[in-house]
C-alpha cells in the first residue's frame, strides 16, 4: 500500500519559515520525482517546487527564492523548506510522486496538509 504522509504545517506570521516533510512508503523513492503543489480556497491547485530523483529542482516563481524543496533518498522523504512566508502563501499543502516510467507505474498524493500565514 502506497502512502505519502505530510508534516510540518501549521500558523505562522508573515516572514516566518516552516519545513514541510513527505514521507513515502510502498514505492521505490528514487524512482520517483517528488513535488509539492498547494491548493488555495476557491483555486486551482498548483504546482510550488519538484525535484528530479538524483535533485534538479524547478521552482513556482511566486516562491523562487524563499522555498528550497530537497530530499533524502535513503529516507524515502522529500522536504520543502518556506522562508519568508506571506499571506499568499496559505493554502493546503500536497505532496505528489511522480513515476519517471509512467508507463509501469502511476503517480500518487498524499492527504495534505495546512498552512496558514497570517498575523
Known amino acids: 500500500q502506497v502512502q505519502l504522509v505530510e508534516s510540518g504545517g501549521g500558523l505562522v506570521q508573515p516572514g516566518g519559515s516552516l519545513r514541510l516533510s513527505c514521507v513515502a512508503s510502498?514505492?521505490?523513492?528514487?524512482?520517483?520525482?517528488m513535488g509539492w503543489y498547494r491548493q488555495a480556497p476557491g483555486k486551482e491547485r498548483e504546482l510550488v517546487a519538484v525535484?528530479?530523483?538524483?535533485?534538479?529542482?524547478n521552482y513556482a516563481d511566486s516562491v523562487k527564492g524563499r522555498f528550497t524543496i530537497s530530499r533524502d533518498n535513503s529516507i524515502n522523504t522529500a522536504y520543502l523548506q518556506m522562508r519568508n512566508l506571506k499571506p499568499g502563501d496559505t493554502a493546503v499543502y500536497y505532496c505528489?510522486?511522480?513515476?519517471?516510467?509512467?508507463?509501469?507505474?502511476?503517480?500518487?498524493w498524499g492527504r495534505g496538509t495546512q498552512v496558514t500565514v497570517s498575523s
Open positions: 505528489h510522486a511522480d513515476p519517471v516510467d509512467k508507463t509501469k507505474f502511476t503517480d500518487y
Open positions: 510502498g514505492i521505490t523513492f528514487g524512482r520517483y520525482y
Open positions: 525535484i528530479a530523483t538524483f535533485g534538479g529542482t
